[in-house]
């Protein structure tokens, strides 16, 4: 079955001030040719430290942020240059949900407005369906009509989060971006938002990507988790196949939770920084930070190639691995 979502090399270049005339035009590569798909009724997982191009991904997946390059297809369109006018058509199928519930309600207007307001935008229903429509999500989102007259400061952190989830959802979309949605709240809170994310999803049938710094929320919710290092993919695994990460930045990553599949036994702490985007360290960027680094990791990139059954790698340790595995089979055969 075609993927929902298909993104293909895509990427976000931003050029920095030169300090002379003479010196060379530089470059940030926020995301630097990124590719991965998204099946429909499917969470994919979007994880890595801050400032590794997450968040950039989902907006430009939702086109709030304009790409510099790459493809992106929606339920077999290609959606990668739109106009206004078809930009806000698709508005009603692609949703984003912001960390911070705080700052994207507008605090001067009641909810009952602010979930009325991009169904007018649309041009969606009479006043008495749009009344409908808002009563259906409201009663989905665990509120109710009493909610309507408040303004967002007189509600909790998890009932606002509540409303930025309902806001999304009254135009009836398909897919989902959920940027740090739970980030900002309360241990106690943030697993009742996130189980009504599931049973949201389970209803609708939504699709959704899954933005977070979080690993223990990003392994819960997800199916798939993409991994990504100064704006690259650098694994993308299956959460429910057992095997767990192959990637020596995601076994890092992902050793100081309690363990997603068989192979991560031990701790493994990263040594330095996330080294300076304008200027990425050479070959694997990952090289002064790695474990296992070898000496080819230093002037030789490595590129996201299938490792196993929907098990994605970009590293030379297993492109080796790969090479060994085929020599014992033909030298058993
Ligand atoms: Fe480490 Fe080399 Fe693999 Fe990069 S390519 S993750 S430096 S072993
Ligand atoms: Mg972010």
């Known amino acids: 079955t075609q993927p929902l979502l298909r993104v293909e090399d895509l990427s976000k270049h931003y ?13 940030v590569r926020a995301v630097n040719g990124v590719s991965f798909d998204i099946s429909e009724g499917e969470t994919f997982g979007l994880v890595g430290e801050s400032g590794c191009g997450k968040s950039t991904t989902g907006q430009m997946l939702v086109h709030l942020v304009q790409h510099t390059g790459g493809q992106i297809h929606f339920a077999g369109r290609d ?11 698709l508005r009603k199928e692609l949703q984003i949900v912001f960390q911070d519930p705080y700052s994207s309600l507008n605090p001067k207007k009641k909810i009952g407005w602010l979930l009325e307001e991009p169904l007018i935008i649309h041009q969606i229903g009479s006043k008495a369906e749009r009344q409908k429509i808002i009563s259906e999500v409201l009663e989905q989102v ?5 909610h309507l007259q408040r303004y967002p400061h007189e509600l909790s952190g998890g009932q ?27 241990v106690s809170v943030q697993s009742q938002i996130l189980n009504l994310l599931k049973e949201l999803q389970r209803v609708r049938g939504l699709t959704y990507l899954f933005i977070s ?20 993919m650098v694994e993308i695994f299956d959460v429910e196949a057992g095997g767990g990460p192959l990637h020596p930045y995601t076994r890092a990553l992902f050793s100081s939770i309690p363990q997603v599949g068989s192979r991560q036994k031990e ?14 360290p050479p070959g694997c960027a990952f090289h002064p930070r790695c474990p296992l680094a070898v000496e080819q990791c230093r002037h030789s990139t490595p590129v996201l190639r299938s490792q196993e059954a929907g098990h994605y790698v970009s590293c030379h340790l297993y492109e080796e691995e790969a090479v060994h595995e085929n020599r014992s089979h033909i030298g058993s055969a």
Not at 15 to 27: C, S
Not at 142 to 146: A, F, I
Not at 223 to 229: E, F, L, Q, T
Not at 270 to 280: H, Q, T, Y
Request: net charge neutral.
């Open 160 to 186: 606002k989060q509540r409303v930025g989830i309902a806001s999304a959802l009254v135009l009836n979309p398909k897919f989902i971006v959920i940027d740090e949605a739970v980030s900002a709240l309360d």
């Open 267 to 280: 701790r493994i702490v990263l040594s330095g920084d996330v080294p300076n985007p304008i200027s990425p």
């Open 213 to 232: 710094h979080d690993l223990n929320v990003v392994q819960y919710m997800s199916d798939r988790v993409g991994v990504m290092y100064l704006g690259k």
């Open 142 to 146: 665990g509120l109710d009509q009493s």
């Open 79 to 89: 959606i990668t240059n739109l106009s206004k006018h078809e930009m806000k058509a």
């Open 15 to 27: 050029e920095v001030a030169r300090q002379g005339l003479l010196e060379e035009k530089k470059y």
